[in-house]
Each structure stands twice: as structure tokens, then as C-alpha cells.
């Protein structure tokens, strides 16, 4: 492994422009994590016009920031409120907040702040290790490569997301829909553009996202925080002892494993990893019945997990280009934006980029461990600042980005729309994850599925000859096919026929009555 663009990483990282942005991507990041209901994908969804008049490795390593960032402030609300400010923080409520109300509130606080350090600095070291080997790797990629893995993507995130599985896949269908309007790339024919103009070139990303994710989440959270109180409970004693420390780093050391592991995978990321890590340490205590009731390792486990997990789904954003949830897409869409492509070759084409934003995250969790602890009290304060002022701002910034973008009113009417959108979603249940990666990966699969047909002249049993993607796409069978094998699996067993349970059997016995 060449060490020179590493090291070269490091360089760009620490110009002062960039330390700034860094600082500033966590600072946000921490806010967004403790006001909850408005998460980083709704934020930096919201921030993606602030982006364009920034250098492309600033604006990544700031939203990389707010990222990585929220998930620190999340455990805030949880622990302090019972009120997760982030998915990945729900399952911290159940320790989290009982600490609290023993008068540990800061040995919880404590103990994630920790926990969340160890775990996206181990998961930053794998990623600089492991991503150019995958990159290395997906150099072998082609279309038919490339079709499998979008399939395989979307199958997986629609498969864990949350909703179930049904309305996830609906909304999953609903993004490849919007992702093929506008002119078709090989025959310039136009598709469901209604004749409008502004329709003609397809939808944009920027407005989608400020849409489902800022406006809509903005709608929903304010109706479920309309009633909510504002009770903190006090803070003394941050730094945890010896015995919690030492408790604790059996919880910490398998969370970083399993978070990386699932921060990798489509559809994984920080919920799914923080959820894993705690029933993980459930089933191996001793006694289980702690969790719940104050257990330290029940705040540390899924802390550390979630952190290393929302570092690593960058591997499969920056190495094969593709968004492993739903933030990620939308860096996915500031990254194109930016007019950076990410994939296989961004290792060797884009170094500075990429090593920059990778080591800006070694930066990001030693400024994340310092300030965490020391702000908590001016976090609280901002808890108080009721939803019903902070809203009406934060409408008026995103419906002013989207117009910034490229000066169009028809912007944010689509803004308006897709809020509307998320927010019909959110009360029926849908997730708009599903949505948004579908409709960035969309393309790519059209565009991947259309070329390889014309290299297999239209035989669709060429994807199954090339070896990666015959893998991809028998892992996609085997995802497809495992709920319907579990369905089987908890089906209660025939009753043999001799049995006087059986159906034959009484009918016997009413025939012989």
C-alpha cells in the first residue's frame, strides 16, 4: 500500500479552511443530533446549495461531519429526555435514561462519548485499510457488475428498512419511477414529462431530497413534538469510574467489529448495527435482566456501534458508488453535484478527495470527544427552544436553498411537493429511504442493465456467466427468497395422519359417530 497519498491526506485535512469546515460539520452534526425529529439527512439535504460555492473536499468533509456528528448529539436527548434525537439512538433510551434518573446521567454521557470515540476511530483505520483494496477490486466491475449490485442494493435496503417490507418496497418502485422521467439517454425520447419543459431533462436530486427529507421531516417531527415537555434531568459526575470503564470495553470492542461489518452492508448502517450491538450484549450477560434498568454496557455497546457504522457505509459510497442508506445518498447527490464521481477509480483519480475526507474523520471524533462533554449544558439550553419558532426558520432556509440552486421557482414547487410527499409518507408508515436510494441508483441501473444487453445482444443469461455478477445476483435470490423460507420455517408441522389431532382422524371418528 502506497503510504504517499495518505500522508498527502493528512496535508489537506489540516489547511485551515478545511480544519474549519470539519469543525463546523460537527458542531452541526451535534445540534442536528440533539433536536430530534430533524436528522442529518434531512440537514444536509438542506445544506446542499450551501455546498456549491465550497471547495469539493470542504463540502464533503463538512457533510461527512454532520454525519458521523448527529450521532454523538443523539444520545444526548435520549439519555437526558428519553427522547432519541436520532433512529441510532433509540435503543440507548432503555440504559441510557435509567442512568439518568439514578443520578448517573454523566457516567451514561460519559460512557458514550467514549464508546462512540473508540468505535469511529477503529472503523476509520479499517476504512483506510479496506477501501482501496475494495477499490482495488471493483476495478474489474462492468455493466452487467454493476446492474447486480444496484439490484442487490435496493433489494437489501428495502428488505431492512423500517415500515416493513411491503412499503418499503412500494417506495422502492416509486424512485426507479421518478428516476425515469425526463429524456430517455439512448433514444433523446422524453417520458412522463407531461410536456413540461422543466420536466424534459428529469428531476433533480437536490429538490427530492430538500423535499422527503427537510420539508417532510420538518412537518412530521413538529406534529409529534407539539405536546412534548421539556424536562432535563441534571448532569454531574461525567467521567465514568474504573469499574464502568472497565465493565464497559468488552461492550465497546465487539460494537466497533459488528458496527463496521454492518455499516458496510446496503440497508445496514447506524440503526441497524446500534440495535445488533445491544441485543448482542443482552444474550451474553450473565444477567440479562440489568438491561433496562441502568446496565452501562447497554449505553456503550450500541453507542460504539453506531458511530463505527455511519464511518464505514462510506466504503461502499466512495468505492463502488453505492449509497449504502439513505444520507449517504444524499452526500451521494452533493458529491455528483460537486461534479465527483464516486466509485472505483476515485482512489487513484481524486486522492486528495478521498483522503482527505477519510483522515478528516480521524479529526472529526477527536473534536467530537472534546466538545461533547463540555457543551452538554448548552445543548439542554437549545432543547428549550420550542419547535413551533425553530420550524418556521428552517422552512424558510430550505425553500430559499432550493430556489438558490438554479434560480427556479419550479424547484420549489417540487420541494413543496416531495414535502408533502414525506410527509404522507411518514403517517402511513412508509420509510422514504427506500425512495431516495432507489432513485439515485435508478439510473445506474438503467443505464448498466440497457448496456449489457447490448454486450449480450440481448441474452439476459450473460449476467449469470461472468462470475461477480452471477454471485451478486444468486445473493440476490437468496436475500429475495429468505423471508419466504422463514415464513415456512415457523409453520406449525402436519400432524401425522395416524395422529387423533389429525383432520383424517376426526373425520373418522364424525363418520363412525
Not at 63 to 82: N, W
Not at 88 to 98: L, Q
Not at 123 to 130: G, M, W
Not at 378 to 405: D, E, H, K, M, S
Request: hydrophobic content about 50%; aromatic content about 6%.
Amino acid at each position: 500500500m502506497d503510504l504517499g497519498p495518505v500522508i498527502d491526506g493528512f496535508g489537506v485535512v489540516l489547511e485551515p479552511a478545511n480544519l474549519l469546515y470539519c469543525l463546523i460539520g460537527v458542531t452541526i452534526g451535534m445540534l442536528v443530533g440533539v433536536l430530534p425529529g430533524l436528522g442529518p439527512a434531512a440537514t444536509i439535504a438542506i445544506l446542499l446549495p450551501i455546498t456549491f460555492e465550497i471547495d469539493p473536499v470542504g463540502a464533503v468533509i463538512m457533510l461527512a461531519g454532520i454525519f458521523y456528528g448527529a450521532q454523538y448529539g443523539g444520545t444526548i436527548t435520549s439519555v437526558l429526555l428519553r427522547l432519541p434525537g436520532e433512529a441510532s439512538s433509540v435503543v440507548t433510551v432503555f440504559d441510557g435514561h435509567a442512568l439518568a434518573r439514578q443520578g448517573r446521567a454523566g457516567t451514561a454521557l460519559g460512557i458514550a462519548a467514549i464508546g462512540s470515540f473508540v468505535g469511529g476511530t477503529v472503523s476509520v483505520i479499517a476504512l483506510s485499510v479496506l477501501a482501496p483494496l475494495v477499490a482495488g477490486f471493483a476495478l474489474d466491475f462492468g455493466p452487467p457488475e454493476y446492474t447486480a449490485l444496484a439490484l442487490l442494493g435496493i433489494l437489501l435496503v428495502s428488505t431492512i428498512s423500517g415500515g416493513g417490507r411491503v412499503k418499503a418496497l412500494v417506495a422502492a418502485c416509486l424512485g426507479l419511477l421518478l428516476a425515469v422521467v425526463g429524456r430517455d439517454a439512448f433514444t433523446g425520447g422524453e417520458r412522463f414529462t407531461l410536456g413540461s419543459l422543466d420536466l424534459a431533462d428529469g428531476l433533480d436530486f437536490v429538490p427530492i431530497a430538500m423535499g422527503l427529507f427537510g420539508l417532510g421531516e420538518i412537518l412530521h417531527s413538529l406534529e409529534r413534538r407539539q405536546h412534548a415537555g421539556h424536562a432535563p434531568v441534571a448532569v454531574h459526575d461525567i467521567w465514568p469510574s474504573r469499574a464502568d470503564l472497565r465493565r464497559s470495553s468488552g461492550a465497546i470492542g465487539r460494537g466497533s467489529v459488528l458496527g463496521f461489518a454492518l455499516g458496510v452492508l446496503p440497508g445496514g448502517g447506524a440503526v441497524m448495527a446500534s440495535l445488533a450491538a445491544y441485543a448482542v450484549e443482552k444474550r451474553r450477560s450473565p444477567q440479562p435482566e440489568r438491561f433496562g434498568r441502568g446496565a452501562v454496557e447497554g449505553v456503550a455497546a450500541p453507542e460504539t456501534a453506531n458511530n463505527a457504522a455511519a464511518t464505514s457505509s462510506f466504503i461502499p459510497l466512495l468505492t463502488l458508488g453505492i449509497p449504502a442508506n439513505a444520507t449517504m445518498a444524499v452526500i451521494f447527490g452533493a458529491l455528483l453535484v460537486q461534479g465527483v464521481s464516486p466509485g472505483p477509480r476515485l482512489v487513484d483519480e481524486n486522492p486528495e478527495l478521498f483522503w482527505g475526507v477519510v483522515n478528516s474523520m480521524y479529526l472529526g471524533n477527536v473534536l467530537l470527544l472534546v466538545m461533547s462533554i463540555p457543551l452538554v449544558g448548552v445543548f439542554v439550553r437549545i432543547l428549550r427552544v420550542r419547535p413551533a419558532v425553530l420550524a418556521p426558520i428552517t422552512v424558510l432556509i430550505t425553500l430559499i436553498g432550493a430556489y438558490t440552486v438554479n434560480n427556479s421557482v419550479f424547484d420549489i414547487a417540487l420541494v413543496v411537493a416531495f414535502g408533502a410527499l414525506g410527509y404522507l409518507m411518514k403517517k402511513l408508515g412508509l420509510d422514504p429511504g427506500p425512495l431516495v436510494l432507489a432513485f439515485v441508483l435508478g439510473t445506474l441501473l438503467e443505464d448498466s442493465l440497457r448496456r449489457s444487453l447490448l454486450l449480450f445482444d440481448g441474452d439476459p443469461a450473460g449476467f449469470v456467466t461472468r462470475p461477480i455478477s452471477g454471485v451478486l445476483l444468486a445473493a440476490f435470490v437468496v436475500v429475495a427468497l429468505l423471508p419466504l423460507s422463514g415464513r415456512l420455517r415457523r409453520r406449525p408441522a402436519a400432524a401425522p395422519p395416524d395422529s387423533p389431532d389429525s383432520p383424517a382422524s376426526s373425520a373418522s371418528s364424525g363418520r363412525g359417530a
